[in-house]
Structure formats: structure tokens, C-alpha cells
């Protein structure tokens, strides 16, 4: 196969609604599918304008047009690339469908990622936000990962130390690879232990199990359960644009955790290692007359008051106009800042 030039890799004025799940109105001034490493080199040192990475677009409010150069992450594949006597080492594409590595580790035999089954996104998205769900964290499987920076054309490696994972946060979130694009991650590798053990304490995740009167389930049926537990919750965005949770679950110190609980005593609290309290932003946002609620176009899902959803025709504006409304409610009722977890550009 013919490898693409510059001028055949990147294309102009390019419409961006139907590349992101909130299905705002903008386009990209310059865009570029980028399947290969082979790619990133090409676009080195193309021009000084203003870069943005793009992964499956499911975290990301489009407020205005680009003007910039978007590239897009599409490098894929798969792979067992060693094992030892405790853990399979899988390693996968930046571009890969998150959900659909899941699926595939699961059908190897390699469990592991089931907790965070039918999170939206891609790989290489993965490791910058730390997604997490039922109990788990992408932070406690991972291995490793792959980068090019732009700039000098080097490969970078970094553990899983170097990546200062915290919670929905890292490395990559804090220095903004994704907002400049200098530095592009290119492939991640996953470490699957083999003394496995089932993930279920989560309350929602053990409900389910108890529900189907699952008592020692396998990966796969954890992966089911919790697949079960996000359709029945969230949006299908293909038929409901939304960016999935809009907001960060803010952690407090256990002293006003304790006064907040005082005065509200069903409150839900989930008390972290450092002993500061992490609280649920769906119950602050529904308590605060929020779920189900519209402004405009645009509103909070009525099975899930977390997430922020497009009921046609929507613009960013209208998007931050709610999210701005249902902060200013939160904050007056409980003294609390909630954080937007998309990126706003």
C-alpha cells in the first residue's frame, strides 16, 4: 500500500459533530485520521498552529469551531506480548474501542478489565482520565504505555510510577498532552493478574449479582452485570447524544463530610485511603432539583442525574449555560464545587 503524504493525511474544514458523542455543531480548520505511527512522524513538524488529540470523542464539549489541527487517534490492534507466572501482559492500539478490548481479553481467557466494561472511549483515552467504575480503577492494570513526542520524533515509555495516576487524573491530564498534542500516546499494555479474584464489593455491581443470584461470578459475568447496570442507567449515545458523567464525584475532608451528613443523613460517603471522603455529584445534582431537568436543548438524564444529555440541535453554549446552572445549585445547597469531567474546548 501507497504510505499517504502530508497533504493526502490532512484535511480541511472538517465537521466534528458526528466524531463526538454530545453531537455539538463545530468543525475542525485541520483534521487528521492517524492510523499509524508512521503517521505521527510525517506530522512532526507540521506547522505551529494549535493541536488537539482525539480519541472516541465521548469526553469532550465542543463549545466553538477548532482552529487547529485535530488529530485524530485510530492506531489499532491487539495482542498477548508475554505472560509470566503471575499476570498476562496484553497490548493494545491507542486507537482500539475501550469496550471492545474488554470484550476480547474476557473471550482469551484473561480477565481482569471487567469493572470497566462499557466505559465509551478509546485505549489510549484511557490512561488520562484513570477511568474507573464498580470498584475499580485502569490505574490497578496497567502496565505501561507508548508515546511519540512530536516535536523530537522520540519514542517514550513510561510505568506505571511515571504516569502518577490519581483519581480520574494523571500525568497526561495534568500537563495537558491531550490539549497540545505534542506528546501522542500510541499503545498501552495491560497487566492482567492471573491470581484473579472477583471485583464486587461496589453496592450497585453486588445488587445486580444478587439479583441474578450469581454467587462466585466469573469475569465474564461481571462484565454482564455491570454491562446490565449501564444500559439501564445511561444513554445509548447514538440515540441520546451525551458525554456520559459530566461531572467529577468531589472528595471532601472527613470533617465537613461529617457536618454535610449531619444535616443530610442519607448522603452517600465513600471514605478514600488518604481518609478524605468521596461523595456521589448524581445525589448532590438530584437533590438539588436537577434530574431530569432541561434548559433548553439540553438537560440532565432523567434515569441518571450525572449525566448531561442533547436532545437535539444543541449548541456548546447551551451546554455550559446548564452545566453553570446546576453548579450554582449544588454550590448554594451544599456548599460543594462541582468539576466538569469533559474537556470543555
Sequence with gaps: MKARTLRELVEHDVDLAARTTLALPARAALYARIKSVAHLAKLGGHGTRRRFILGGGSNLVMRSDFDGLMLHIAITGRRLIGEDGDAWYVRAGAGENWHDLVTWTLAQGWPGLENLALI???????????IGAYG???????HSLEAIDLPSGKTLRLDRQACRFAYRSSLFKEEGW?????RVITWVTFRLPKAWSAQTAYADLADELDRQAIARPTGQQIAEAVVAIRRRKLPDPALLP???????????????AERLAAAH?????????DGRVKLAAAWLIEQSGWKGRCLGRVGMYE????????HGGATGSEVIALATAVQAAVRERFAIELTPEPVIL
Design 265 to 273: 443523613p442519607r448522603l452517600p460517603r465513600y471514605v478514600q485511603a
Design 242 to 256: 451525551n458525554a456520559g458523567s459530566f461531572f467529577h464525584n468531589p472528595i471532601v475532608d472527613a470533617a465537613f
Design 120 to 130: 465509551p472511549g478509546t485505549v489510549g483515552a484511557a490512561p488520562i482520565q484513570n
Design 303 to 310: 434515569k441518571q442525574a450525572l449525566v448531561l444529555v442533547n
Design 136 to 142: 475499580l480503577e485502569l490505574s490497578e492494570r496497567f
Design 178 to 182: 491531550h490539549l497540545d498534542g505534542q
